[in-house]
């Protein structure tokens, strides 16, 4: 493949840790978030500034876990980061090492306010997720005061209700947070594997439609998507069967990682498969919108105020594991934008 796309700008390259959240302020501030996984690792939030430079954030001592640690107030293994449409920054910690563990009961949603860059909340789940949990990705209604995420390593969604602080974990059990058994997952020409072994991902790429009123979701290692009124999710009272009766099966789209609306109901999803970006149109149209080899496993996204989409990029299909041992990178891993097409 030789597809270079003049749409796709480079805004943060880094030669050396791998990264895979991506989160855009109203202000333009940027941020990038690094899961503890095999390979070097220095910090686990940063700021982005130019030239490639980052600050660790909020500071030092959150970005100092070790093991042996108390990972309650430190970073621990960091999934995700998102900016909400108060411009408040959410930092998901999954707290799960290599994806194999919980540390400590340390999993924790952070929500900073980034006028102070102080912390405004913190979310915790123990008692809520077992500590083969894997919180991946998150979406908050500010206007709701609810907050959503994935579980990847179990399935399910995470409810957390942003005025009691309390949570529920929902759809646990149900066909569309896991993977799809009769999906091969082919990608660079060879089924997908860790160490020898075909891997299948539950419910990961998570999306809010702009009006809060459907949340759409994905297991990460099959094409298929799913939605739900979000009504069913906040109802706490609902019986389970009820709440499994409302799930919409929207049938095969992409194989994606992340996914994001924009404020027109377009929902964008990666194709890492084929080292592009789609789109779902309101009117359950897919369409291509850019094919770039750089794109090399597409992860997460954001959109700034100036209709810009940002794009990481953490080449997870040419980590070791994945090959034999053998690492496939030739890149930088990366951060691009493109302006939203019309």
């Not at 130019?50 to 293994?77: A, F, I, L, T």
């Not at 789109?279 to 100036?306: F, G, H, N, Q």
Request: proline share 6%; with cysteine.
């Amino acid at each position: 493949m030789s597809t270079r796309n003049n749409q796709l700008d480079e805004v943060f390259s880094d030669d050396t840790y791998q990264l895979t959240g991506v989160a855009i302020a109203k202000d333009g501030r940027l941020f990038s978030c690094y899961p503890l996984w095999p390979g070097p690792h220095q910090y686990s939030i940063v700021e982005i500034f130019p030239n490639n430079r980052v600050k660790p954030y909020p500071d030092e001592q959150w970005n100092s876990w070790q093991e042996g640690d108390n990972g309650k107030n430190k970073w621990v293994c960091v999934q995700a980061v998102y900016v909400d449409a108060e411009n408040y920054l959410w930092v998901v910690d999954p707290a799960c090492p290599n994806m194999e563990q919980v540390y400590d009961t340390s999993f924790k949603l952070v929500k900073f306010n980034l006028a102070t860059d102080t912390i405004e909340d913190v979310y915790r789940f123990e008692g809520v997720l077992s500590n083969k949990s894997y919180i991946n990705d998150v979406r908050v209604d500010t206007h709701r005061r609810v907050a959503y995420l994935t579980n990847s390593n179990e399935g399910g969604i995470v409810v957390v209700n942003l005025e009691t602080g309390t949570s529920r974990e929902v759809l646990r059990h149900h066909p569309s947070v896991k993977h799809d058994p009769s999906f091969t997952l082919i990608v660079d020409g060879k089924e997908f594997r860790k160490q020898g072994q075909p891997v299948h991902l539950q419910s990961d790429g998570i999306a809010l439609t702009p009006d809060g009123e459907w949340l759409y979701y994905k297991p990460l290692t099959d094409n298929k998507l799913y939605r739900i009124r979000t009504d069913y999710l906040r109802d706490e009272a609902l019986p389970e069967e009820q709440r499994e009766a409302a799930v919409e099966d929207l049938g095969r789209v992409a194989v994606t990682d992340g996914m994001i609306f924009d404020t027109n109901g377009n929902l964008y999803l990666g194709d890492y498969q084929n080292y592009k970006l789609v789109r779902l149109t309101p009117a359950y149209k897919l369409e291509d919108v850019v094919a770039d080899e750089r794109l090399i496993w597409p992860d997460s996204y954001s959109i700034s105020t100036d209709d810009y989409l940002y794009i990481s990029c953490s080449q997870i299909n040419k980590q070791p594991d994945h090959n034999e041992g053998e690492n496939k990178r030739t890149t930088p891993y990366a951060i691009y934008r493109m302006k939203l097409p019309a």
